[in-house]
T-cell receptor, first 113, second 114 residues
Framework: DAKTTQPNSMESNEEEPVHLPCNHSTISGTDYIHWYRQLPSQGPEYVIHGLTSNVNNRMASLAIAEDRKSSTLILHRATLRDAAVYYCILSLGSGGSNYKLTFGKGTLLTVNP | SAVISQKPSRDICQRGTSLTIQCQVDSQVTMMFWYRQQPGQSLTLIATANQGSEATYESGFVIDKFPISRPNLTFSTLTVSNMSPEDSSIYLC???????????FGPGTRLTVL
């Protein structure tokens, strides 16, 4: 599986934007980029995913570099509830038998009031 | 979304015994996954359980240690056999509904082996 590299931790202030980076220099042409987050004492939850184009949903935006070797998860206005470990994951597909998620260490996001 | 429940939510077991963890989802799904999260660590995929076929185990995990059942499209069990303290972890199941390109995770089962 292609690997991802994320900072161990990041800090943000409430109501400010947060940019969480992820490097995936060995990404293949068919790898999808997924982001999940794990709030304290909970199972992970889906945030967003994309292949080549930037993506937006109600939770976040995903900016994918033109060469696809890196991506950035953008939380437009951080809240205290966004404090979590954020995982950037590559998978061969976005569904079905190719949708195996290999979790790395992730980035621990701390949000200050 | 898919709502997933797991039983038990936590347990404390003696070494050498076995524990069966149940995962129930509120809709029919083909793909179910079992993960382990050791203390302070990230999640590791144990196996993929598709209804109607044998579970597919990841490297480092074997059926004798982690037998899985998948009797229907809404239910699965994972057994942790002949437990040792190294098996103390949170065990999570997840599903991939056919109508969504994302996985939904259960709340996890926190297992402590003494």
């Amino acid at each position: 599986d292609a690997k991802t590299t994320q900072p161990n931790s990041m800090e943000s202030n409430e109501e400010e934007p947060v940019h969480l980076p992820c490097n995936h220099s060995t990404i293949s042409g068919t790898d999808y980029i997924h982001w999940y987050r794990q709030l304290p004492s909970q199972g992970p939850e889906y945030v967003i995913h994309g292949l080549t184009s930037n993506v937006n949903n109600r939770m976040a935006s995903l900016a994918i570099a033109e060469d696809r070797k890196s991506s950035t998860l953008i939380l437009h206005r951080a809240t205290l509830r966004d404090a979590a470990v954020y995982y950037c994951i590559l998978s061969l597909g976005s569904g079905g038998s190719n949708y195996k998620l290999t979790f790395g260490k992730g980035t621990l996001l701390t949000v200050n009031p | 979304s898919a709502v997933i429940s797991q039983k038990p939510s936590r347990d404390i077991c003696q070494r050498g015994t076995s524990l069966t963890i149940q995962c129930q989802v509120d809709s029919q799904v083909t793909m179910m996954f079992w993960y382990r999260q050791q203390p302070g660590q990230s999640l590791t995929l144990i196996a993929t359980a598709n209804q109607g076929s044998e579970a597919t185990y990841e490297s480092g995990f074997v059926i004798d240690k982690f037998p899985i059942s998948r009797p229907n499209l809404t239910f699965s069990t994972l057994t942790v056999s002949n437990m040792s303290p190294e098996d103390s972890s949170i065990y999570l199941c997840s599903v991939e509904p056919p109508w969504k390109n994302e996985q939904f995770f259960g709340p996890g089962t926190r297992l402590t082996v003494l």
